[in-house]
């Protein structure tokens, strides 16, 4: 209905497939260079490339694998990873309102990554840090990043999973560790170096540091399995430790939170080329085959 709006000069049958032939060796040439596919001139033949597979397979933009290509690279840290992750084009429309960029700044100034104060109306910049909000539990300033907080979070699962198969597939073994890592951060809504007792329902940002706590207890309480054993023993040594900071409701939901997790045990052996597995203390030849048996098995501690 409104050809010059698409660039189309004529409604004419030759025009028409002019255009959509030259649309779609254009695509594919943009496709090809971002290293997604290969494109045989001579048969005209389309073949993808494992850039091309994990696109469609996540279904990201070729853009975005375009840039993992020169940004995913050996030894990334945590801040690059996240780095990455928000510069991926599908944050690209993430919306930046009127006078954002100063509830950017302010936003900005609770987090613990710096960023540009020259990007601050950019939607990518927005992104890295809304996740850093996520992550730091920082109070938003407005309702409205409550609700683009959700469209990241519901977008950069499968564009960090893409990343750690790229990561994957190039050998890098460190920074492919690093994403992982990463991963779980936002899905616990918790950074690396956080106590994992910040998980428990009403441990962050209470005042009298129940954290704190247990940790100085004796014998002490540093991390989740620990709590946990502590819970699954009875005694009353949590009802002494917490009770006075939190009221019998919240002890029951963090009992409840508690007994619904699985404590999962891991055992390792290494086998020879025969299956047989290698005693303790044995010195493995240099020159042989081994194989890394690792087991892991859940348990619950509480009632299941």
């Given at each position: ?8 000069e004529s ?16 695509t594919?040439w943009?496709?090809?260079?971002s ?9 005209g033949n ?10 469609s397979y996540?279904?990201?933009s070729?853009?975005?694998m375009?840039h993992?290509a020169g940004?995913?690279v050996a ?8 780095r990455v ?5 599908e ?13 950017n700044?302010?936003l900005a100034?609770?987090l ?8 601050l109306?950019?939607?990518h910049?927005?992104c890295?840090?809304l996740?850093?909000a996520?992550?730091?539990r920082?109070?938003l ?7 683009d907080?959700?469209?990241v979070?519901?977008?950069?699962v499968?564009v960090?999973q893409a990343m750690?198969?790229?990561a ?6 460190d920074t ?7 991963g779980q951060?936002l ?11 910040a998980?428990?329902p009403?441990?962050v ?6 954290i704190?706590r ?6 002490p309480?540093?991390?989740l399995p620990?709590?946990m054993?502590a819970a699954?023993?009875?005694?009353g040594?949590?009802?002494t430790?917490l ?9 029951q939901e963090?009992?409840?939170m508690?007994?619904?997790l699985p404590?999962?045990?891991?055992s390792?052996?290494?086998?020879d080329?025969?299956?047989t597995?290698?005693?303790?203390g ?5 020159d ?6 690792l087991t892991l098995?859940?348990r619950?501690?509480?009632?299941c």
């Amino acid at each position: 209905m409104n050809p010059t709006y698409y660039g189309l000069e004529s409604v004419e049958e030759d025009a028409v497939n002019a255009f959509l032939s030259r649309m779609v060796e254009d695509t594919l040439w943009a496709v090809q260079d971002s290293g997604c596919l290969l494109l045989n001139e001579e048969d005209g033949n389309v073949e993808p490339t494992t850039y091309g597979r994990i696109a469609s397979y996540y279904y990201l933009s070729h853009l975005t694998m375009r840039h993992f290509a020169g940004e995913v690279v050996a030894g990334m840290s945590v801040p690059d990873v996240l780095r990455v992750l928000c510069d991926a084009h599908e944050f690209a429309e993430l919306p930046v309102r009127h006078n954002e960029d100063v509830l950017n700044a302010e936003l900005a100034k609770l987090l613990p990554l710096p960023v540009k104060h020259s990007t601050l109306d950019n939607p990518h910049t927005k992104c890295f840090l809304l996740l850093q909000a996520h992550l730091t539990r920082a109070p938003l300033p407005i309702a409205d990043y409550r609700t683009d907080t959700k469209s990241v979070m519901d977008q950069c699962v499968r564009v960090l999973q893409a990343m750690i198969d790229v990561a994957a597939d190039a050998g890098l073994l460190d920074t492919t560790l690093q994403m992982v890592h990463v991963g779980q951060m936002l899905r616990q809504g918790l950074w690396f170096d956080d106590s994992t007792l910040a998980c428990v329902p009403h441990f962050v940002d209470h005042p009298d540091d129940p954290i704190g706590r247990l940790a100085a207890a004796t014998p002490p309480i540093r991390c989740l399995p620990e709590l946990m054993a502590a819970a699954a023993a009875g005694g009353g040594r949590l009802q002494t430790l917490l009770g006075g900071i939190f009221s019998r409701k919240q002890q029951q939901e963090m009992q409840e939170m508690l007994q619904r997790l699985p404590a999962v045990d891991v055992s390792l052996s290494v086998m020879d080329a025969q299956g047989t597995a290698v005693g303790p203390g044995t010195t493995l030849a240099a020159d042989a085959e081994y194989a890394l048996k690792l087991t892991l098995s859940t348990r619950c501690v509480g009632a299941c």
